[in-house]
C-alpha cells in the first residue's frame, strides 16, 4: 500500500464518531445516576423501562460475581482494544467504504464509555430494560448499543469483502 492510498485522515476523521458516543453516553448515564436510585423503575412502554442498574461484569454480566479483579481486566482489556482501534483507523486505505471506519469508531466510543465508568465507578451503569411479561433482556446503555451497531457494521463489512473478493477474482 503506497503513501496515497493509506491516508489516516480517512479513517481517523471518525474520531469524532467515536467521541460523541462516549459524551452522549456519559451524559446519559449522568442524567440516570442523579435522576434514579438503585433499582428505581420507571416503565416506559409495555416492553421497556428505565431502571438504574450497576454492572461490574461485561456483557451479560460475565464476571459480575467475581471479587474486583475483573474491574482492570476489562479496563486493559478495553484499552489494549481500543489502541488496535485507532491503529486500524490509522492505517485504513482511502478506499475503505465508509461504514468501516464508522463502526470501528462506534465500538471505540462504547468501550471507552464503558472504561469512563469502570475507572469513575468500579462499574458500568446501565438502564435501557427491555422486557416480554416476565422475559428480561439484560439492560444496556448508550455505549452498549455503540458497539452492537459497531460490530453490526463490522460484519457487514466483512460479508461484503467477501462478495467483493470473489467477483476479484472472478474478474482475473
Given at each position: 500500500?503506497?503513501?496515497?492510498?493509506?491516508?489516516?485522515?480517512?479513517g481517523l476523521?471518525?474520531l469524532?464518531?467515536?467521541?460523541?458516543?462516549?459524551?452522549?453516553?456519559?451524559?446519559?448515564k449522568t442524567?440516570?445516576?442523579?435522576?434514579f436510585?438503585?433499582y428505581?423503575?420507571?416503565?416506559?412502554?409495555p416492553?421497556?423501562?428505565?431502571?438504574?442498574?450497576?454492572?461490574?461484569?461485561?456483557?451479560?454480566?460475565l464476571?459480575?460475581g467475581?471479587?474486583?479483579?475483573?474491574r482492570?481486566?476489562?479496563?486493559?482489556?478495553?484499552?489494549?482494544?481500543?489502541?488496535g482501534i485507532?491503529y486500524?483507523?490509522w492505517?485504513m486505505?482511502?478506499?475503505a467504504?465508509?461504514?468501516?471506519?464508522?463502526?470501528l469508531?462506534?465500538?471505540?466510543?462504547?468501550?471507552l464509555?464503558n472504561?469512563?465508568?469502570?475507572?469513575?465507578h468500579?462499574?458500568?451503569?446501565?438502564f435501557?430494560?427491555?422486557?416480554?411479561e416476565r422475559w428480561y433482556?439484560?439492560?444496556f446503555?448508550?455505549?452498549d448499543?455503540?458497539?452492537?451497531i459497531?460490530a453490526?457494521?463490522?460484519?457487514l463489512d466483512?460479508?461484503?469483502?467477501?462478495?467483493?473478493?470473489?467477483?476479484?477474482?472472478?474478474?482475473s
Open positions: 500500500m503506497t503513501a496515497g492510498e493509506r491516508a489516516g485522515a480517512r476523521r471518525w469524532w464518531l467515536a467521541v460523541a458516543v462516549i459524551l452522549a453516553d456519559q451524559v446519559t442524567m440516570i445516576v442523579r435522576s436510585e438503585l428505581e423503575v420507571l416503565d416506559l412502554w416492553i421497556l423501562e428505565i431502571t438504574r442498574l450497576h454492572n461490574t461484569g461485561a456483557a451479560f454480566s464476571l459480575a467475581a471479587s474486583g479483579w475483573q482492570w481486566f476489562f479496563v486493559g482489556l478495553a484499552s489494549v482494544v481500543s489502541l485507532v486500524w483507523l492505517r486505505p482511502r478506499s467504504p465508509f461504514w468501516l471506519p464508522a463502526g469508531s462506534l465500538v471505540l466510543g462504547g468501550a464509555g472504561v469512563v465508568d469502570r475507572l469513575l468500579g462499574h458500568v451503569v446501565d435501557l430494560h427491555f422486557h416480554w433482556f439484560p439492560a446503555n448508550v455505549a448499543t455503540a458497539i452492537t459497531g453490526g457494521l463490522l460484519i466483512a460479508l461484503l469483502e467477501g462478495r467483493r473478493a470473489r467477483a476479484r477474482s472472478e474478474a
